[in-house]
Structures are given as C-alpha cells and as structure tokens.
C-alpha cells in the first residue's frame, strides 16, 4: 500500500495530510485492512441520521414516494402511506397556496429547472410551528414532456428563528432600544395600511435635538450616549402606548401618532416633548441642557406613505430650525388648518431673508392721456415652491408682528436699486419706481437716513423712487410725518398717499402734507360702475387733487369703464388689471421694449 503522504512533496513543505497527523503517528499512518465501497443503501441511513427528507414527485399526475423522514416533518406517522394531499394539508394556510402554485409550475413551467421553497408547518401531533425547506431537481433523462423530480426536505426552524433575531437585533437601536429605521417601516408601514382601510389619520413627528453635538464634542460620546437614553426615555413619557417612538440615528428620534383626536393631537404631543426636553439632563455628575426642534406632517394631508410623511416633516422640522428651534411646525405653510401659521411663515421669511428667496414684481403704472407707462410698482411677493407664491396680504401682518418687516423693507429697496441700475444698463430710459412702506418701517427712528443710505449704496437717482404709505400711517403722528417727509422731498425723492379715500379728515390737514400723489384707493375705483357713494369718493379725490397739484392715480382700474369715468374727471395716471397684472422684471422688461419700438414706429 503506497503511503498517501509521501505523494508529489514540494521539498520544505509540511507532509500532505498535515503536520499535526505526521508528528501523532510517528510520520507513518496504518494501512487500511481493506478496501471498500461505498454501499447503496446508506442513502437511506444517512437520510434518517439527518432527518432529512427524501423525495420523488411527477408533476403531471401529482404522485409523491417519501422517505419516513418526510412524513414526520409534516407532523405524520413515519409508516404513514403520505399522498401530495395529505402532506400540502400540513402546511400553514398562509403558506399553502404559494407551495401548490410552485409544484404547478413545476409542470407547466418547463423552465422551472429546481424547486427550492420555504414553508411553515403546523404540526398536529405536537402542535409546534415548524419551518421547512424543500429543493429538488429533475431527475436526468426525465424530458420535457414528462418530468420527475427527486429532492429532499430539511426542518431550518433554527435557522430561521436566528435570522428573525438577527432582523430584531439590527432592527432596533441598541443604545436606547428603540425600534430602528427596518422596524419603523414596518410598523408604519401597517399602521397606514389600517388608516387607509378605516380613512383615520395619522401623524408623524420629526424630533431633532439642538445643541446636542458640542455636548458631544465638549463631554465625549460616553456622556452623549446617556443623553441619548435619557431622551428615548423621555420621549416614551410623552407618548401613548399605541404611539411608536423610534430612533432614526444620531440626535434624530420620530413619533408615530395613529389617530390623533381635539384631545391628544400632534401639536400637544410636540408642546410635551419639547417641554420634557427642555428639562436639565444629570448625567455622570454634569448637568445638561438640550433643546428639540420638531416637524410635524399629516396623514393623509402631506403624504400617504412613509417616506413621503418623513420627508415632509423632516421638511417641517429644518423649518422649525431655522425659526430659531425649540419649537415645532406643521409642513405645508399655507394650510389655513395648522395652528402655527403664523409661526411658518415667519420661519419661510426668515429663510427667505438668509437666502434671497423673495421676489419682487412690477406692474405698470399709465398715462392716461399719453398711454405710456409712466412709473412702476414694486410689490412683494413670497415664492414658497415651484409656481406657488404669498401675496403680501398673507405675509405683512406676519412680519410686521415679528419685527421682520425692516429687513423686508430693507430688502426691498435695495432690490429696487438694483433692477433699476440693471434696466439702466439694459438701455432702457430711467423711470421711477414706487416701492410700498411699512407704517412700522416708516416710524422707526433714523429712517429717512435709512432710505439715503439704500440709495446711496444703489446708486440709484433719487428722482426714480417714490415711496408709498398709507394715508393711516401718514396721519398717526402727523407732526413727525410732516417733517419726515419734507425731508425724504427734499432729497428728490417723491411721495404717493396709498389707498387714498376713505380715512382722509380735512382739506386742510391734507394741504400742509408734503406728497406729490394721491392713489384712490381701489376698493372704490372698483366699484365705481355700481355704487354712486365710490364715484362720489372718487371725484372727491379727484378735486382734491386738482386744487392741491398732487397727481391723481386710479388703481385696480380692471374695465374699459372704470378707465373711461375716470379719465374724463381728469385722473393723471392709471393702474390695473385692465392694462397689465404685477410682471415678473424680465416680463417688465419686454412690456417697456414693445411699448418704446411701437413709439418709434408711430413716429
Ligand atoms: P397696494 O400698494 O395698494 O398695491 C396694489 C395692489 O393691488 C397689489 O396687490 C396689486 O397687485 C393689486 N392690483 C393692482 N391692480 C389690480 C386690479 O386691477 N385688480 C385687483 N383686484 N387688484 C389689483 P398686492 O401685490 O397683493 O399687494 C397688496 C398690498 O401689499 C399692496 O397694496 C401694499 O400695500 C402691500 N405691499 C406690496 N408690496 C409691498 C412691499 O414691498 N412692502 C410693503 N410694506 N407693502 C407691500
Ligand atoms: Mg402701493
Ligand atoms: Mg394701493
């Protein structure tokens, strides 16, 4: 007998068997008493030792032979005479049909090459659920036109119990025990499936810690892991038991609300956790101070599955942040449902404000005996996404009551400015622009000096502004405004009364206001054509305006009517849908080009 370990040695190399074996035995290995062959019926044997399952099935007529093995996986004597029927009886109903419709492919589905298919089995004799998997090819020689397939059956419950651990594990956040982004999913994913079914809504809160990093940075992760525990624990606090609290990562926790009621809404919860947040965290003898900022979105108002609901409240929460976090915020700003209205659109200015997302446009004002634009209205505009936009009338009381409306303001003019210089350099002729001001803008201290700054910075002609204020903002204080005002002329710059008409006292009070314009206020010029008590105010205003030398402008002038009552009583200048809607400047900018070449061509 040759010693199979001195068989083709590569010199140096260990002995082929390994080192271990050559130095036990002495370098030398027993030879074998005889030489064997595998026996045929260990097939069977080894089947029983590991309680595998053996098979043979013909698709066509459905007949089934299987070891004893077999049966007894299916819960079945192992003597058993075991039918197709008997043995698909077995397996969970949830299961069955996806088994029958495998073993009919294999039929019909000549492609189908190998079976290989999970189920569960509920085992009648010792009532247990047991996972099993079946694999199975057909047996060479077997054609097209008739298979056989042969295959086994294993029991891998234990395996697949370890994987379901392993899901729970990776599933949930290990450091506070939260359910993770895998679990959150699916839980949500059923509890939209049943607000869908039963039409209830839902809510979904987006948590974001502020300053938890330099807690972090300054303290070490150690300490920022308790924290990070004491907020999961905080947070159960705050929720009800069907609530789902989970963790997406970092300083990122999200609430799930099912059904929220008048009682226990999505606002209240987030009042709580901002509230319970905002209590000192004691940690390893330090005392910590976190804040939350929280965005909130709707089921099925803002989204109807979760990446949707997550991204807008993610969406809501970088509000909430740039608002000055520690607060919460609903997504969708101009929803006149939400509690916090106010609070959004304040945040969309702010943001607006740092990021030169506002907009203004322009409409034209007319000549009325020449037909020529004369000046231009600047007005504010809040462009929230792709062709939404706040009129002001939504947005001025917000930034007025947040003290914002300075820097609109300021904003304002100086894009004024700089449009103005850019039609300049265009080629276009210089022609005044009327920008709208504020009361409060107007009453703040050291604002005429303001508005000479703006200019100065621009560049900008003083002759090519005129300020707008409401004839309210001018007559509270009139004293001051009088002076205020002398002074804004003085330097070239004219003034136009807004909305004119209904608040005016005297003749004479009006008379020693140093303005250049009058607008009539478009509530009357409006209904000029059905109300005589709006042409009465109107051609009062027009008589002022002859006797004082201030111009005359009638706004929201939108009928051929309207324009012709009013430039028969005299009225200088004309505003209006009739003639143009507000125009983007690109749009302003085309109007004064046709409206120069079709001078030239009259010409
Ligand atoms: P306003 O200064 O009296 O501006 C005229 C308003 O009437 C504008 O509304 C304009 O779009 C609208 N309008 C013009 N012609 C017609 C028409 O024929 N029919 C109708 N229905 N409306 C017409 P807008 O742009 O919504 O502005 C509303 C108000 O907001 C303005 O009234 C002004 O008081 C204020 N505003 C606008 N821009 C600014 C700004 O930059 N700063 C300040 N402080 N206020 C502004
Ligand atoms: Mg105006
Ligand atoms: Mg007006």
């Known amino acids: 007998m040759r010693d199979l370990t001195n068989q083709a040695r590569v010199p140096g190399s260990p002995p082929l068997g390994g080192t271990a074996f050559a130095q036990q035995e002495g370098g030398t290995r027993p030879p074998p008493s005889h030489a064997f062959k595998l026996r045929d019926d260990i097939l069977p044997l080894a089947a029983t030792l590991a309680t595998l399952g053996l098979w043979e099935f013909e698709p066509a007529s459905g007949a089934l032979a299987g070891n004893g093995t077999l049966n007894r996986l299916h819960g079945l004597p192992a003597d058993h005479d075991a039918r197709t029927e008997d043995l698909l009886a077995r397996i969970h109903p949830e299961d069955r049909g996806r088994v029958e419709a495998a073993l009919a492919a294999l039929e019909h589905d000549h492609e189908v090459a190998r079976l290989d298919i999970e189920y569960r089995v509920l085992r009648q004799d010792d009532g247990a659920l047991r996972w099993l998997r079946a694999s199975g090819a057909p047996l060479a020689g077997s054609g097209p036109g008739f298979r056989h397939f042969v295959g086994i059956t294993l029991d891998v419950t234990d395996g697949k119990l370890a994987e379901q651990q392993l899901r729970v594990v990776w599933q949930r956040d290990p450091l506070t025990g939260l359910p993770g982004r895998g679990l959150l999913y699916e839980y949500c994913s059923h509890l939209l499936a049943m607000a869908h079914r039963t039409h209830s809504s839902g809510a979904m809160l987006f948590i974001d810690l502020d300053r938890f990093k330099p807690i972090n940075d300054t303290h070490g992760h150690g300490v920022g892991d308790l924290v990070l525990q004491q907020v999961a624990k905080r947070l159960l606090a705050c929720v009800r038991q069907e609530d789902i609290v989970g963790r997406l990562g970092g300083d990122e926790f999200v609430v799930a609300i099912p059904h929220p009621d008048d009682r226990y809404g999505p606002a209240t919860v987030a009042k709580h956790i901002i509230r319970s947040l905002g209590e000192p ?321 009259v010409h």
């Open 281 to 601: 965290f004691h940690v390893a003898n330090l005392q910590l101070h976190l804040s939350a900022s929280i965005g909130i979105s709707l089921y099925p108002r803002h989204g109807s599955d979760l990446d949707s609901l997550l991204k807008a409240a993610d969406h809501a929460m970088y509000m909430a942040k740039q608002g000055g976090s520690n607060r919460y915020r609903f997504f969708n700003p101009i929803d006149e449902g939400s509690e916090d209205r106010d609070m959004q659109i304040e945040s969309l200015l702010r943001q607006a404000l740092d990021n030169d997302g506002l907009q203004l446009l322009y409409q034209p004002v007319i000549d009325m005996q020449t037909g020529m634009t004369v000046c231009v209205e600047a007005l504010l505009r809040l462009p929230l996404a792709v062709g939404e936009v706040l009129a002001p009338d939504a947005f001025l009381p917000v930034a007025e009551s947040s003290g914002l409306i300075n820097r609109l303001g300021d904003w304002v003019l100086s894009e004024v400015g700089r449009q103005h210089a850019h039609w300049c350099l265009a080629g276009l002729p210089g022609m005044p622009i009327c920008v709208n001001i504020a009361p409060q803008q107007f009453r703040q201290r050291g604002f005429v000096g303001h508005l000479m700054d703006s200019l100065n910075r621009s560049g900008m002609d003083p002759r090519f502004l005129q300020i707008e204020l409401k004839e309210s903002t001018v007559l509270e204080g009139v004293p001051d405004s009088v002076a205020a005002l002398r002074q804004i002329r003085q330097f070239g710059v004219q003034v136009a009364l807004d909305d004119f008409g209904s608040g005016f006292s005297s003749i004479g009070l009006l008379s020693s206001l140093p303005v250049d314009t009058l607008k009539i206020d478009q509530v009357f010029v409006q209904s000029i054509a059905q109300d005589p008590q709006s042409r009465a105010i109107a051609d009062t205003v027009l008589a002022l305006g002859r006797s004082l030398r201030l111009k005359v402008v009638g706004e929201g002038i939108e009928s051929e009517a309207v324009f012709s009552y009013l430039h028969d009583r005299g009225c200088n200048q004309a505003q209006g849908y009739y003639f143009s809607k507000p125009l983007s400047a690109g749009e302003f900018e085309q109007w004064r080009r046709q409206e120069q070449s079709h001078a030239e061509s």
